[in-house]
Nanobody, 122 residues
Framework: QVKLVESGGALVQAGGSLRTSCEASGRTLSSYSVGWFRQAPGNAREFVAAVAYNGDTYYADSVKGRFTMFRDNAKNAVYLQMDSLKPEDTAVYYC????????????????WGQGTQVTVSS
């Protein structure tokens, strides 16, 4: 069992930066692929970024070049650095863990956090 807790969500202005964190307990997070998803009101939850258990990172086209995901194995955590934020990035951001190699869809992730709100004002 992996428990995930997100933090770091906030209200920021367009063009600004924010870093969200996902801390794990119960299992070593480096044994899992970990992804970030987001869900805006009225929209389906969508993939944002992930780091595979071999360290490879991959991103949705909408955030490529603006968002960076990385691990800190010593802290059993992953982070999502978000730069050049846009109002359309406003959503609840969730982290999730998967035992699979390069998961990208919701159904491929077994463990989920409760989410953290990111709001980008124009």
């Amino acid at each position: 069992q992996v428990k995930l807790v997100e933090s770091g969500g906030a209200l920021v202005q367009a063009g600004g930066s924010l870093r969200t964190s996902c801390e794990a307990s119960g299992r070593t997070l480096s044994s899992y692929s970990v992804g970030w998803f987001r869900q805006a009101p009225g929209n389906a939850r969508e993939f944002v970024a992930a780091v595979a258990y071999n360290g490879d990172t991959y991103y949705a086209d909408s955030v490529k070049g603006r968002f960076t995901m990385f691990r800190d194995n010593a802290k059993n955590a992953v982070y999502l650095q978000m730069d050049s934020l846009k109002p359309e990035d406003t959503a609840v951001y969730y982290c999730a863990a998967s035992p699979l190699a390069r998961p990208r869809t919701i159904n491929e992730y077994d463990y989920w956090g409760q989410g953290t709100q990111v709001t980008v004002s124009s």
